[in-house]
Each structure stands twice: as C-alpha cells, then as structure tokens.
C-alpha cells in the first residue's frame, strides 16, 4: 500500500516538472519574440519616414469620363396633326399607350380611344442616344417615326407627347422621357 502511494506522488512530481518546463519553455519564446529590435518605442520609425514616394498616379493624371451613350426607346403619340395621322395601332402598343396615358392623368376622364384612333394624332416610335452620365432635366435629341403599315402621311407640325424611353432590348430599370415640338418630324 506505501508503494502505491509513494508512486502516485512521482507521478505527480512528473507531471508538475513537465508543466513547470513548458510554461518556461513557453515565456522565453514570447520574451524573445518581443526582442526583434534594439531600443524602445522612441527610436521606431514614424509613418513619415515610412512612406515611399511612388511618384506620379494614374488618378492624378487621368480624367475619368465617359464616352458611351445608352440607346433609348419608346412608343408615344404626337398630336396636332390637322389630318395627316392615322387611326392605325399595333394592338400590343395601344395597350400599352392606354395604360401610360392613364397613369399619367388619372383624374382625368378622357376617352383614350378617340385620342389613339384620330386622324390627327399619330402613334410613334421615339428613339434616342443618352449620355451615360445624364443627370435630371438634362436635354438629349431623339427621333421620332411615324410606325410602319400605318396611314400616318406627316409629322409636321405636331408635338410629342410625354412618352417614357427605355434602354434599348430591356424591359425595365432605365428610364427617361420626352416630349416636345419641333419641325424635324417625319
């Protein structure tokens, strides 16, 4: 029985030599680590005298600008025709017209039909060249032209509605519109 306990005190002495060597182990690398250079906090270089001069930047000589423009399109109406209009509409942009015309005067009772379908209007496709870096109420042409298989004779003297442009082959997201007269229709 003194055997079994004089041998459990060894290996307790073994297993606090073991931890008392690793903790001294483990104290020396962190003081040497700490050591890498020579003086204290006052002799370190400042960010000053650590910064490299690369010399001249690309953002210092470059302009960042942007030539591209951004094809816009749409469907609208021009009035004031004095009969050279057409009555004549593709279904799936009547539809269309209808829907933005009441969206765009919703207390106004007004028979859609009859503005659409007068000889003194006529349906058009709005096309138009945006500059990428368009702010608001900034000015761009577009071409207006009277849709094909249509009756529409001229566009002279008419106006253009207030019609919404879209990004050429998308459905949604980018949005402008026009309106306005001028003697350049076709």
């Given at each position: 029985?003194?055997?079994?306990?004089?041998?459990?005190?060894?290996?307790?002495?073994?297993?606090?030599?073991?931890?008392?060597?690793?903790?001294s182990l483990l104290i020396v690398f962190l003081l040497?680590?700490?050591?890498?250079?020579?003086?204290?906090?006052?002799?370190?270089?400042?960010?000053?005298?650590?910064?490299?001069?690369?010399?001249?930047?690309?953002?210092?000589?470059?302009?960042?600008?942007?030539?591209?423009?951004?094809?816009?399109?749409?469907?609208?109406?021009?009035?004031?025709?004095?009969?050279?209009?057409?009555?004549?509409?593709?279904?799936?942009?009547?539809?269309?017209?209808?829907?933005?015309?009441?969206?765009?005067?919703?207390?106004?009772?007004?028979?859609?039909?009859?503005?659409?379908?007068?000889?003194?209007?006529?349906?058009?496709?709005?096309?138009?060249?945006?500059?990428?870096?368009?702010?608001?109420?900034?000015?761009?042409?577009?071409?207006?032209?009277?849709?094909?298989?249509?009756?529409?004779?001229?566009?002279?003297?008419?106006?253009?509605?207030?019609?919404?442009?879209?990004?050429?082959?998308?459905?949604?997201?980018?949005?402008?519109?026009?309106?306005?007269?001028?003697?350049?229709y076709r």
């Amino acid at each position: 029985m003194a055997n079994l306990f004089f041998g459990a005190v060894g290996l307790m002495e073994t297993y606090w030599r073991k931890l008392v060597f690793v903790t001294s182990l483990l104290i020396v690398f962190l003081l040497m680590a700490g050591c890498d250079e020579p003086g204290g906090p006052e002799q370190w270089p400042t960010v000053a005298e650590t910064t490299i001069d690369i010399g001249t930047t690309i953002g210092s000589l470059a302009e960042v600008f942007a030539l591209e423009t951004i094809g816009v399109e749409g469907y609208g109406l021009v009035g004031g025709l004095r009969g050279t209009g057409s009555s004549q509409c593709p279904p799936r942009i009547r539809k269309y017209l209808e829907r933005y015309i009441k969206r765009q005067l919703p207390e106004h009772k007004m028979d859609i039909d009859t503005l659409i379908g007068s000889n003194n209007t006529a349906v058009v496709l709005v096309e138009g060249a945006m500059p990428a870096a368009v702010s608001n109420n900034q000015y761009f042409d577009v071409r207006v032209t009277a849709l094909t298989r249509t009756q529409t004779t001229s566009l002279e003297g008419g106006w253009l509605y207030r019609c919404e442009l879209k990004a050429k082959g998308r459905m949604g997201g980018l949005r402008a519109l026009a309106d306005g007269r001028t003697g350049l229709y076709r």
